[in-house]
Structures are given as structure tokens and as C-alpha cells.
């Protein structure tokens, strides 16, 4: 209710938090996309993996191709 008062759009699933980790089971569920993490110390490869991905034809997200490289966790994304 908290967070409907503040205009947030709340929806209610009865069945309380068993019906709420079936409806993640049935989001998360095949066929939906593998999700793999790409991870390493500076020099590894990362990007070029990443890039092989790419233009094999699967879904990438470059968190750090985003920040533009920025040095923190994603640099100041939306900066210019």
C-alpha cells in the first residue's frame, strides 16, 4: 500500500510467497534467453569475448562498453 501511495504501480499476487517464487519459476522458466556472466581481471579478454558473442549472433550486454570504460563499477552512465 506504502508504495501505491507514492504512484508506483503495485500488483498483489494472491497466494502469498509460494505463489510468488512460482510466478519467478514460470518468468525464468525455458525457453527464456541463459543469462552468463563474463568476468576477470583487467587485460583478460572480456571485450573480445564479448565482441565474438556479439557477432555470433547472441544477445550482449556490455555494462562497461556503456560507462565507457570509466574506471568505477559503470562510469557516470548518462554523463557526457
Not at 504512484?7 to 509460494?18: F, K, S, Y
Not at 510466478?23 to 571485450?47: C, E, M, Q, S
Amino acid at each position: 500500500w506504502l508504495l501505491k501511495r507514492r504512484g508506483w504501480d503495485v500488483a498483489v499476487l494472491r497466494g502469498g510467497h509460494r505463489a510468488y517464487r512460482a510466478h519467478l519459476r514460470d518468468i525464468f522458466a525455458p525457453p527464456n534467453p541463459r543469462v552468463v556472466v563474463v568476468g576477470g581481471r583487467t587485460g583478460v579478454g572480456k571485450t573480445r569475448v564479448l565482441r565474438a558473442l556479439h557477432d555470433a549472433g547472441h544477445q550482449v550486454l556490455d555494462l562497461e562498453g556503456l560507462a565507457e570504460h570509466r574506471g568505477s563499477a559503470f562510469g557516470a552512465l548518462g554523463g557526457d
